[in-house]
């Protein structure tokens, strides 16, 4: 049987840390010196660090954490090592990440499942743990000239030595790395741009009208911004209590640019174009669990579900008809009775509409086999029943629909069901509605978390954009709220509507200032569920070319001069320790 030992050397308040995560007890025979050192203040500081940060994120979605996390964990670094501080920036990452990705482990091969999520936290917590690393290592000199407190206070005490100006500084630089970080994360190895900071804050819009100006790029720097100042606040009322007022040094100017912002953001809000029309738009949401969708024998099943729920749809008199991502159980293209069945229902309705199916061309190849590239496709088709238009998906998912290296390290394959995978498509593709004057641009699952890709599908002949998604990988779970967490900022950074067709939820609408609606089906408060709902997607008059925003037409220009403020500032420090180890 187990015992905890309150004797033995431990730090105190840790063994509260240690019984939550051992609550049989059974700790005996353990190296007390190293797990003391494991659970240390500054390290529960770090896990509270990622907890909160993930607690910020859908579902828990408490958005005013992620304006204290960066500070928090950043704090718990001061006074410590570069190396310890990369190891407490790692530790916050890792929790972090491995609770807000938890939904990976619902895919259905619980190897790779576990796996992914492993090895995608593991990586993606290599850039916090950077981070701190790199904010440690860009503090400016410390001055110990206005002596010194004992013990915990010491630390903070050297920090508030620093000039106002020099932390103001040095707060503005640890932003900056941040983004920095971002812009990476979200371009190496393919990129998983997925929940970035500012995307927390999706529901507070004054906020998050910064975006058609910076990107959300813009947001994440401004919440750790503030973060760390208020961080140096805190520490200001506990070095200098008898300074009532010196906490405001730091906040000040943060502060007064947040008010900025948040009024620009609500002059936006309440200033939106007054649509000239309305484009009647009717999404199917079928909720098929993904393991029917790899069941060749529930194809049919399946199919006919998606057309009666389509016949049902058109009682509402869409003008257009949108089916997710893989809806259509195999290849439309070569497939005569079922697109002949999808003809059908255009023809008879005289509707427009868009399908999710995959789709094959043939690679031009003398051998005696003919070879065929896969794509993740959606298509057009018209009231005719023709085939108008076809976009192929641009950026794909790892392990979900093609596999890495997997020429070279074939033992791949038995993580993943795809088989060999997809290919990529090559640039945008407008769908053109002639006849009812607009012009939409499909992207198509997590496409719609890449800033740089979605704008380039967001020209000025474009009325709203599309997104048509699976996410029956992750059953009832936060990954469809994430997701439309992060597709809400396409919408603002272009200021185009964003209508979402998902196979189970989150089937909406976001506005061009990011306002969710229609994420519930009539009835009910399931978001996850099987049906059909109308949506009203605004739209300009007819042959005029929309206005810009400032993100759209000059990109992610605030991104990139944080990476370079970033690599200017970390290698003159670097230059400057260098030549005064």
């Known amino acids: 049987m187990c015992s905890l030992d309150r004797k033995r050397a431990l730090p105190e308040g840790n063994f509260a840390i240690l019984a939550f995560l051992c609550p049989s007890g059974n700790l005996r025979g353990l190296n007390w010196t190293v797990l003391s050192r494991l659970v240390d203040r500054k390290s529960g500081c770090a896990l509270l660090g990622g907890l909160l940060w993930a607690a910020a994120f859908p579902n828990i979605g408490i958005a005013g954490l992620a ?21 407490l920036g790692y530790m916050a990452g890792m929790v972090h990440f491995l609770a807000s990705l938890y939904w990976l482990l619902y895919m259905p091969f619980p190897l790779g499942a576990l796996t992914g999520w492993l090895a995608l936290s593991a990586y993606l917590a290599f850039y916090p743990a950077v981070w701190v690393w790199l904010c440690i290592r860009l503090m ?3 001055d110990d000239s206005q002596g010194a407190f004992p013990g915990r206070r010491a630390i903070f005490q050297r920090h508030m030595g620093v000039s106002g100006l020099r932390r103001g500084v040095w707060a503005l630089a640890c932003a900056a790395a941040w983004v920095a970080l971002e812009m990476v994360v979200g371009r190496v190895l393919t990129g998983f741009p997925w929940n970035y900071l500012g995307a927390s804050q999706y529901r507070i819009l004054p906020v998050i009208q910064i975006a058609s100006v910076a990107g959300v790029y813009g947001v994440s720097f401004l919440v750790v911004w503030l973060s760390i100042s208020l961080m140096s606040s805190v520490l200001a009322i506990l070095v200098r209590p008898q300074q009532p007022r010196s906490w405001m040094a730091d906040l000040v100017v943060p502060m007064l640019l947040l008010a900025a912002v ?15 029309r309305f484009l009647d738009v009717a999404l199917i949401q079928p909720s098929i669990p993904q393991t029917l969708i790899w069941d060749p024998g529930e194809n049919s099943n399946r199919f006919a579900g998606l057309l009666e729920l389509s016949e049902q749809a058109m009682g509402t008199h869409p003008d257009l008809m949108v089916w997710p991502e893989a809806a259509v159980p195999n290849l439309l293209r070569y497939e005569p009775e079922s697109l002949q069945a999808v003809q059908r229902l255009a023809t008879g309705h005289g509707v427009w509409m868009i399908l999710g199916a995959d789709d094959a061309v043939s690679k031009r190849s003398s051998g005696p086999k003919p070879e065929f590239d896969f794509f993740n496709s959606a298509f057009l088709m018209d009231p005719k029943g023709e085939l108008a238009s076809v976009y192929r998906k641009r950026k794909l998912v790892i392990f979900g629909e093609y596999i890495p290296l997997v020429r070279w390290l074939p033992f791949l394959r038995h993580f993943t069901p795809i088989g060999d995978g997809f290919a990529a498509g090559s640039e945008p593709v407008p769908f053109e509605l002639p006849d009812l004057g607009a012009s939409l641009s499909v992207v198509i699952c ?13 020209s000025a002949e474009v009325d709203f954009l599309l997104n048509i998604t699976n996410n029956g990988w992750f059953g009832e779970s936060a990954a469809q709220w994430q997701h439309a967490a992060n597709a809400v900022f396409r919408a603002v950074e272009n200021g185009l509507p964003l209508v979402r067709c998902a196979n189970n939820g989150l089937t909406c609408l976001v506005d061009s200032r990011g306002r969710l609606s ?17 949506v009203r997607v605004p739209l300009g008059p007819r042959g005029v070319r929309r206005e810009l925003t400032f993100y759209n037409r000059h990109g992610d220009w605030f991104g990139w001069g944080c990476v370079g403020i970033t690599v200017v500032l970390g290698g003159s420090t ?4 260098f030549r005064n180890p």
């Open 262 to 276: 948040c009024g620009f953001g609500v002059s936006r809000v309440v200033n939106v174009p007054e649509p000239d």
């Open 140 to 142: 400016p000199p410390l």
């Open 574 to 577: 670097f230059r400057r320790r």
């Open 67 to 87: 304006w204290v996390v960066p500070g928090l964990i950043l704090g718990c670094a001061l006074g410590t090592s570069p190396g310890r501080a990369f190891q």
């Open 446 to 458: 997590f496409e719609d978390v890449f800033p740089h890709l979605v704008r380039e599908h967001a």
């Open 518 to 534: 229609n994420t519930e089906f009539p009835g009910t408060d399931n978001v996850y569920g099987r049906g059909f709902k109308t």
